[in-house]
């Protein structure tokens, strides 16, 4: 969209404020907004932002990381297709950015520069990563103690539990269609107050910038009507864990074609998507410090949660982190995917997705083929056959993944060392300060911040 275009739609709308947006290593959405007044030239050369922040942690705690201190500055220049008027926020607007440095370059430690890069990777081979992303989020109400509490106490997939948000989800799903984000379906899931959005596919970093786009919406809607949306993974210890999981295919560049779709086979997915899903599946423990990067995400990746915890994929098995869905009647090259289970909402979109392709990636470059598929859970097969068949427990802690995503070459090659260190020492610092801290401290901290 030319910037001429942006500045008429702000117009017409009678913006004040556009916010640009950007998501860090702490996977928090963070902002500085331009007025009306100038908005053309920040739209050119973007805003300045401290080279610190990158190294700020979700307890707005400075990590010392080398070139992330007190001096230096990058822009936060921005990317036009992505401007959107905010239904839920009066007079304002939003676009998300890339991280420039001043010689007018993608600055190292850009997360949304880490997709596109991953991104051009799979356009040498003319392919397309499509990807969308499944939200879960609690929806509550403060109570007198200013604690929060579920807006129902609804059964899984209950009407009753619609109706009881309904004017909240009808607000939703107006507020993303005035956005041009696809709302595919919606229900009350198994928590009390717990609701389940997925939108729809689309090219790798589209589907990004569209889920700092959504997690926006979701509470931004939420405050306007007077509730608290925590998209946090374990809201409360006793609650349901929220996933955010990501849903991915391989297409031709055209996108006439679904690479990861072959008619001969009787579950569809071709040997291009096996060798994908071989990759993803290779690199998952490291994988998972990037998908499900937080202190808190490691309540919710357990056995028997239905959030896969071990490396192990399967076709419908909401066990393994890795399914493949059975596809649907007449749309059967259209819905042939994967879904990766072990993510949420934590993350930075960027990073995720990124690691995704990187991972996948390394499974085509190399001829992986995926293990026999596990068609059933995996905590019930005995200790010994599981270990036979190479089904590992995934990391049980954040320090473990973080630990895993070190270790992994692969993932940390394609995030290069500036990245790879920062994020690692903003990830680490929480591990280390949520620790100390009592589980009340980490459930507020958890929930009030993602």
């Not at 990158?54 to 822009?75: F, K």
Request: glycine fraction near 10%; charged fraction near 25%; include cysteine.
């Amino acid at each position: 969209m030319p910037i001429e275009d942006v500045l008429q739609k702000a117009d017409e709308a009678g913006l004040r404020l556009v916010r640009f947006l950007w998501c860090g290593n702490d996977g928090t959405v963070r902002a500085k907004a331009s007025s009306r007044h100038g908005l053309e030239g920040r739209l050119r050369a973007g805003i300045g932002l401290t080279v610190a922040m990158q190294a700020m942690n979700s307890l707005d705690q400075l990590q010392p990381v080398e070139g992330m201190g007190p001096v230096g500055e990058v822009r936060l220049v921005p990317d036009p297709d992505t401007f959107r008027v905010l239904p839920y926020a009066p007079a304002a607007g939003a676009v998300l950015v890339d991280h420039l440095g001043l010689d007018g370059e993608p600055a190292r430690v850009c997360q949304r520069s880490f997709l596109k890069r991953q991104a051009a990777r799979l356009a040498e081979r003319d392919v397309v990563l499509e990807a969308s992303f499944e939200n879960e989020f609690t929806l509550s109400v403060q109570d007198e103690s200013g604690g929060f509490r579920p807006v129902d106490e609804s059964l899984c997939f209950s009407t009753i539990g619609m109706t009881a948000s309904q004017e909240y989800v009808e607000a939703l799903a107006d507020a993303l269609e005035r956005q041009e984000i696809e709302l595919e379906q919606y229900y009350a899931e198994l928590g009390h107050g717990q609701q389940e959005i997925s939108t729809g596919h689309a090219p790798a970093l589209r589907a990004a910038d569209e889920q700092i786009l959504v997690r926006e919406t979701i509470r931004g809607v939420a405050a306007q009507m007077g509730y608290v949306a925590s998209l946090a993974p374990k809201p409360w210890p006793e609650a349901a864990g929220n996933g955010g999981h990501i849903h991915f295919s391989l297409w031709s560049k055209d996108g006439s074609r679904n690479l990861f779709h072959d008619a001969s086979r009787v579950d569809r997915l071709s040997g291009e998507g096996r060798g994908f899903i071989a990759g993803v599946l290779a690199h998952l423990p490291g994988l998972c410090g990037l998908a499900a990067p937080s202190f808190n995400s490691y309540h919710r990746i357990v056995p028997q949660y239905w959030a896969g915890a071990f490396t192990a994929w399967g076709h419908d098995n909401r066990e393994a982190p890795l399914r493949v869905p059975s596809v649907f009647a007449g749309m059967e090259e259209a819905s042939t995917n994967a879904e990766l289970k072990a993510a949420d909402a934590t993350c930075n979109p960027y990073l995720a997705v990124g690691g995704l392709i990187a991972a996948g990636l390394d499974g085509l470059e190399h001829g992986l083929e995926p293990p026999e598929p596990v068609e059933v859970d995996p905590v019930t097969i005995p200790d010994a056959e599981r270990e036979a068949r190479g089904i590992h427990r995934l990391p049980a802690t954040q320090e473990e993944a973080l630990d895993a995503l070190e270790a992994d070459a692969v993932l940390t090659t394609a995030l290069g060392p500036v990245l790879t260190d920062s994020y690692l020492a903003v990830r680490r610092s929480e591990w280390s300060a949520y620790s100390l801290q009592d589980p009340e401290f980490e459930q507020r901290g958890h929930f009030l911040k993602y």
